[in-house]
């Protein structure tokens, strides 16, 4: 079949829809956001009819995956590492329950925190939950993976954990398809129990799992996707996981490495194959992006067998992305003499864009609060974090989805006064309405700021589920309506802004404000794109 | 055969698009190629890259290593110079000249001037004014494109085809632009 030119992520999507996929379930995050947006886009997937509108939320689109599994069909959920945070109800369930059509999970983890408040590594979610986890080293395997993927899932009767991090999700190479599969015919579980998690079943289909693991490190063993290579020089055995493995490989001229190397891509991790490594080798080195699984299972607690070298010795840095330079320097290479970056090159954070609405929301929010002293906004994930930076300087808080309101509600339960809260539309709808809830049935004295600019703005304009809904959701939770207040953040509306949330700072009870003006990236985009169908 | 290339630049400014039409040249001639880019939070005013590596045999990372770069395309100044440790002793810059200031502590240009005269191989060039007079303003990218082409062992028409793919939706104005544009950077790089 054709060669396709690929980003990691869309290798993974384009491996679902010729796999036999029925439905993509994802929240935007980056960097897992282009998997399903190329699912919407692809002609191929309009035609078979798969599904791909973006959820609410990470949970309630796994979830929603689980179900589709549920009825027979291949499902695959996909979001940014901390997604598996709000996910994880379903995901340490579903290990339980099992799936029945195959079922993927992807995770796409973002080391060196490129556009994430966090490097965990979904590796040991993995594990922790006893599901096999696959993990690519090449836009390639990413699209085979998926494939195997679903046979796996559907074979074991299990989800599969599919681990990828920002530099696979985000390069390009050619890829080759294979046969496409059809997708499934609708079928329920067979054992009526399978997913009645009630405690006398949830014990029997725990041991199950349980009893699944050899089986499961037999398949990686067998798969290709771990593979040992054997090396003259045993005075080290190297074992390298995912996309580590390519940096081996830059270094080792030829592509040929002088020692034992165990390429790592699937889990639970080949115990034959690392037993002969260690048996066979003085030394073991562990080349893994993100967080040290291996090697600290391999060190274990006392750290008493032979070295073990890795991110917890110092031979590779502790946190971070890897690159080829800093396993080139494990493996005992000197850095080259280059020219140094020049002192004067100073750094570009990223900022809010000229004209954006959250920028006269700032202003005004800043000087209607200016009165009462710093250290009482807290906001969210999503462009509007930017307002932490000069000039604006606005917020005090950004911890994870939805964290906003609730953190403001706490803090004015211990009296601090006002309490605001500034979140935007989308992470309102994903994570906020529970906490405006809690404020309102313990009416918290709290200033919600929604700022509405119609869209998922920081992945990248993405639909959002809370557009033309925020008022009603508001109200309907409990909202008193003389205080929700939509405003225009627009210069020219600024006095009379600042004004509104001044009067709404000093009302002692849950009131919403509304700033409500489209992101102007999104703007242009819809207004070139209602230019071409016009043109078309 | 191997070329690694760093592109450079603001959020925005095309850096993304140079390299994707490179890539699908370099694919149209049968090469393998790899190519790292940025999205995401950086994209907001803040600084992108992309790694792009093409060569005759497989390659093995998708970043490349310091001191292996052949080719820093920028289309900002003192973008450029952050990639220096990539730089390979005889790689060489192509960059834009003018500076694009949206942050309080833009270095003077001077200092930026002075950085480049150390560089062996370089051409530090006005491909704004050229772009402008190419008939395309916004071309700046592919101005820079065109100077770059000289050195990327990728034969020029290739790289038209892939212009013309990736603009085909904008319609054949935008792909002509986007081609006098590249043709405009490349006598520049040729005159020299």
Redesign the interface.
Same mark, same amino acid.
Not at chain 1, 170 to 174: G, Q, T
Not at chain 1, 344 to 353: E, I, S, T
């Given at each position: 079949m054709d060669?396709l030119?690929l980003l990691g992520d869309e290798a993974i999507a384009q491996g679902a829809i010729d796999a036999g996929l029925s439905g993509v379930f994802a929240y935007p995050g &980056? @960097?897992s956001t %282009?998997i399903t947006e190329y699912i919407q886009d692809s002609k191929e997937a309009k035609d078979k009819g798969i599904r791909s509108n973006w959820a609410a939320n990470e949970k309630t689109a796994m979830e929603a995956a689980l179900g589709m599994s549920y009825a027979g069909k291949r499902a695959i959920f996909c979001c940014k590492h901390v997604g598996i945070n709000v996910a994880a109800d379903p995901f340490l369930n579903s290990a339980i329950t099992g799936a029945n059509g195959g079922l993927i999970y992807v995770a796409a983890d973002d080391p060196s925190m490129?556009?994430s408040q966090d490097e965990q590594d979904s590796r040991f979610y993995g594990d922790f939950a006893f599901l096999p986890i696959l993990e690519p080293s090449n836009q390639q395997e990413a699209y085979d993976m998926v494939h195997y993927g679903f046979s796996l899932s559907e074979k074991f009767g299990l989800p599969v954990l599919m681990r990828i991090t920002t530099?696979?999700a985000?390069? *390009?190479?050619?890829v080759e398809r294979h046969n496409l599969t059809a997708q499934n015919q609708m079928s329920i579980p067979q054992n009526q129990n399978q997913f009645i998690l009630l405690p006398a079943n949830a014990r029997v289909s725990y041991k199950s799992l349980l009893a699944k693991q050899d089986d499961l490190m037999k398949s990686g063993e067998q798969s290709g996707f771990n593979s040992y290579t054997d090396g003259a020089d045993k005075s080290m055995g190297i074992i390298a996981c995912g996309?580590a493995y390519?940096?081996? =490989? %830059?270094n080792c001229e030829g592509?040929k490495c002088r020692y034992p190397v165990l390429k790592l891509c699937q889990y639970p991790a080949p115990e034959a194959m690392i037993e002969r490594l260690y048996n066979e080798c003085d030394s073991i080195l562990v080349l893994e992006e993100g967080q040290p699984l291996i090697e600290k299972s391999l060190r274990g607690m006392l750290n008493k067998g032979k070295r073990i070298k890795g991110r917890l010795d110092g031979t590779l840095e502790r946190t971070g992305e890897l690159?080829?330079?800093m396993v080139?320097k494990a493996l005992g290479k000197a850095? @080259?003499? &280059?020219?140094?970056?020049?002192s004067?090159?100073?750094? *570009? @954070? @990223?900022?809010?864009?000229d004209g954006c609405p959250h920028i006269d929301s700032f202003l005004a929010l800043n000087e209607a609060i200016e009165p009462y002293g710093r250290g009482r906004v807290f906001s969210d994930i999503g462009?509007y974090t930017?307002g932490a930076l000069p000039p604006y300087k606005a917020i005090y808080s950004t911890v994870d989805m939805g964290a906003s309101i609730t953190m403001a509600k706490g803090a004015a339960e211990a009296g601090l006064r006002p309490a605001v809260a500034v979140i935007g539309d989308s992470t309102f709808t994903h994570s906020g309405m529970t906490g405006l809830l809690d404020c309102c049935v313990d009416n918290i004295p709290i200033t919600i700021m929604i700022l509405d600019n119609d869209i998922t703005g =920081? &992945?990248?304009s993405q639909k959002s589920s809370a557009t033309g809904r925020i008022e009603s959701i508001c109200k309907g939770i409990g909202v008193e309506e003389a205080h929700i207040r939509v405003i225009t953040p627009l210069k020219k509306f600024h006095d009379q802004n600042v004004a509104i949330i001044k009067e709404e700072l000093e009302y002692q009870g849950v009131s919403v404000i509304i700033p409500r003006r489209e992101c102007l990236v999104w703007l242009k985009r819809k207004l070139n794109l209602a230019k *071409?169908n016009k043109?078309d | 055969m191997k070329i690694d290339i760093i592109l450079c630049g603001v959020g925005g400014m095309g850096a993304l698009s140079s390299a994707a039409i490179i890539s699908k040249a370099a694919l149209d001639m049968g090469m393998y190629m790899k190519q790292s880019e940025t999205h995401g939070m950086s994209q907001r005013g803040g600084d992108v890259q992309s790694h792009l590596r093409l060569s005759d045999s497989p390659i093995a990372s998708d970043l490349i290593p310091q001191g292996e770069c052949d080719i820093i395309l920028s289309v900002e100044p003192m973008e450029a110079l952050r990639y220096l440790p990539y730089l390979h002793k005889d790689g060489w810059i192509i960059s834009n000249e003018n500076p694009f200031i949206n942050i309080p502590n833009y270095p003077d240009r001077n200092l930026i001037l002075d950085e480049f005269k150390k560089i062996k191989n370089h051409i530090l060039f006005d491909a704004d004014k050229i772009a402008k007079e190419s008939g395309n303003p916004k071309g700046t990218n592919m101005v820079v494109l065109g100077a770059a082409s000289k050195y990327l062992q990728i034969d020029l028409g290739k790289l038209e085809d892939a212009v013309r793919e990736s603009f085909a939706r904008k319609g054949e104005d935008v792909v002509n632009a986007n081609i006098n544009a590249l043709r405009a950077g490349r006598k520049v790089a040729d005159a020299m």
């Open positions: 060669k030119l &980056t @960097p %282009e490129h556009s530099r696979m985000h390069s *390009r190479a050619a996309i390519n940096y081996l =490989m %830059e592509g690159n080829p330079n080139g850095l @080259p003499d &280059t020219l140094p970056v020049p004067f090159v100073a750094g *570009r @954070p @990223p900022k809010l864009c462009c930017l =920081m &992945t990248g *071409r043109q | -």
